[in-house]
């Protein structure tokens, strides 16, 4: 358990949630970027951010500051998040491509590709660490 101030934790969501929408963009691609991952994550990590700032906020005016931390929801928000962002899928003109972001890359490199997760299983994931995120943040808020 970590004990910290109200308005650090605050400060490094703002810097977690400002690189990761351009990480879900920048892995994917095509309207699948524009309509999928940055309305839905973008408007997620707008919502919470302003949720989170509201709630210091109203700690600070009752002095309450301190918050405590599980250090159990870190490891699986950004285990989730990892997997998401390297197997995030784009779009291949009108349809879904058949890979994601790491397979891809490592066949342009002639590397041989021994993991490729389908669509649904990295929805999953997305929607899973989007559900650990907001769980931790209410737990902190």
Do not use: H
Request: proline share 4%.
């Amino acid at each position: 358990m970590i004990t910290t101030n109200i308005w650090l934790v605050f400060t490094v969501y703002l810097i977690y949630a400002l690189i990761s929408i351009p990480l879900f963009f920048m892995t994917s691609g095509g309207w699948m970027s524009i309509f999928f991952y940055i309305a839905f994550a973008g408007l997620f990590y707008i919502t919470t951010t302003i949720f989170l700032f509201f709630s210091a906020t109203a700690r600070t005016a009752k002095r309450r500051t301190k918050v405590k931390i599980k250090g159990g929801f870190l490891p699986k928000i950004i285990g989730l998040q990892t997997f998401v962002i390297l197997f995030n899928y784009g779009t291949c003109g009108d349809t879904i491509c058949y890979q994601g972001f790491l397979p891809n890359l490592l066949e342009e490199a002639s590397f041989p590709v021994i993991f490729t997760p389908p669509f649904v299983v990295v929805l999953l994931a997305l929607l899973l660490y989007l559900a650990f995120l907001s769980m931790f943040l209410l737990d902190v808020a």
